[in-house]
């Protein structure tokens, strides 16, 4: 049995996320129909990440572990022929049976693009978030070092997750600007449900003067998630870029 | 009587150009419909180009004689509010009344957009000319070269229209990178039909080797549709700059 790894960029308007699940439309299961379709199995198929409801991906990886004979630049080719138009297959190639897209991920960096604009653009709609009041990047930079580092980031994550151990390292956390489009990037070696969502909400909320830029030190560091700004709207986040160490880097 | 000058932006996938036609969504149609319904009175907007079907608009310029006496700021924030999401006005000011957005312009640009990657992106269906094979830039951008100044376009031009005068002056042509996207870039003081997208389809003809660059010259002296490359499709093809002269710049 072979182990593929392969990497897809979605546009997830059109998707209630990444992950199967029932009465909406998710890209696994519109990337599982399509693999079932070439490969006439339907082989399991495991994600490197959970992403939202109208959440993209410039970069996912996800592994299958399967039977099928196909050449991997073939495969490529039939799955983006049968695929709709905002999934894409970039690549495929066979890893070590062992591999697991979710476990041996070492870090994954997400952007969050907000559109600075009075007027919104008729190209980006529920690509960005459209804010109409001018940031001040410079500002929400600083604010976004703020959150480098290893921390409990419990107050950055919103109910109903599960998740034991709420401890992350953010090994990079900055905003740049480039025109009307400001930029929020942070990379760690994982994120708590919403937890970027959480934090872009929390520097707009410094921008909005609603949180001060010297109390977010403290408000991590509370674990309190009333203390932390609201939850940005989804569609202005991407994961873009996901690590994994060893051989597979 | 006022006379509006309103710029819009707009994503032509959904409709069939600018110009109001039977039976079929049009840009024109769209916004005069949004317009009647902010000043309940159908007036007449005057376009400063036609655009194709699927054909995009980073610029466009329409001015509007009316007796509406909404100022320019409300009639923007308005029109944005009943506008569907992929036409969005920029910006509204009045002009003098004998100004016109077609006779007026003294110049446009357009760019075309080519994704040079042997997959699509799944956020550029219907926005970009997806072509998979390498496209030397360098090459493509002595070529645009053979373009620039005065000449008898008539070869660049496709059948069913009526122009008379077919000469025009290209002031800027060149064709740059910026990673996966090669641009297509040409400004001039009026463009036949098509005449942007015969040229790239000519562009890429050279690319192919069907078309030698030598040949270019002689080409466009010749006059004849046949010698230049095929169509390429609209979906590449954007206004993106139109200059007015005088006060109006």
């Given at each position: 049995?072979?182990?593929?790894l392969?990497?897809?960029?979605y546009?997830?308007r059109?998707?209630h996320g990444?992950?199967?699940?029932e009465?909406?439309?998710?890209?696994?299961?519109?990337f599982?129909?399509?693999?079932?379709?070439?490969c006439?199995?339907?082989?399991?198929?495991?994600?490197?990440?959970?992403?939202?409801?109208?959440?993209?991906?410039?970069?996912?990886?996800?592994?299958?572990?399967?039977?099928?004979?196909?050449?991997?630049?073939?495969?490529?080719?039939?799955?983006?022929?049968?695929?709709?138009?905002?999934?894409?297959?970039?690549?495929?190639?066979?890893?070590?049976?062992?591999?697991?897209?979710?476990?041996?991920c070492?870090?994954k960096?997400?952007?969050?693009?907000?559109?600075?604009?009075?007027?919104?653009?008729?190209?980006?709609?529920?690509?960005?978030?459209?804010?109409?009041y001018?940031l001040?990047?410079?500002?929400?930079?600083?604010c976004?070092?703020?959150?480098l580092?290893?921390?409990?980031?419990?107050?950055?994550?919103?109910a109903?997750?599960?998740?034991?151990?709420?401890?992350?390292?953010?090994?990079?956390?900055e905003?740049?600007r480039?025109?009307?489009?400001?930029?929020?990037?942070?990379?760690?070696?994982?994120?708590?449900?919403?937890?970027?969502?959480?934090?872009?909400?929390?520097?707009?909320?410094?921008?909005?003067?609603?949180?001060?830029?010297?109390d977010?030190?403290?408000?991590?560091?509370?674990?309190?998630?009333?203390?932390a700004?609201?939850?940005?709207?989804?569609?202005?986040?991407?994961?873009?870029?996901?690590?994994?160490?060893?051989?597979?880097?």
């Open positions: 049995m072979r182990n593929l392969v990497e897809l960029a546009d997830g059109a998707y990444w992950q199967v699940q009465n909406a439309p998710t890209v696994q299961q519109t599982q129909d399509a693999w079932q379709q070439i006439r199995v339907r082989d399991n198929v495991v994600g490197c990440s959970r992403t939202d409801a109208g959440v993209h991906a410039n970069m996912f990886f996800c592994n299958v572990r399967t039977d099928t004979s196909l050449e991997c630049e073939k495969l490529v080719t039939a799955l983006n022929a049968v695929l709709p138009d905002d999934i894409v297959v970039k690549s495929c190639r066979e890893v070590p049976c062992e591999f697991h897209a979710r476990y041996d070492v870090s960096e997400y952007i969050y693009r907000i559109l600075d604009s009075s007027v919104s653009s008729p190209f980006l709609n529920g690509l960005v978030w459209h804010y109409k001018r001040d990047e410079n500002l929400l930079n600083e976004a070092k703020c959150f580092g290893t921390h409990d980031f419990s107050g950055f994550c919103s109903g997750s599960s998740v034991e151990d709420t401890v992350r390292t953010v090994y990079r956390s905003v740049t480039q025109g009307d489009e400001v930029v929020f990037r942070i990379e760690a070696d994982g994120f708590l449900y919403n937890m970027v969502r959480i934090i872009t909400g929390t520097l707009i909320a410094v921008a909005q003067g609603k949180i001060k830029k010297e977010l030190p403290a408000i991590i560091e509370s674990h309190e998630r009333a203390l700004g609201p939850t940005a709207p989804p569609q202005g986040l991407y994961l873009n870029r996901v690590n994994y160490g060893g051989e597979i880097r």
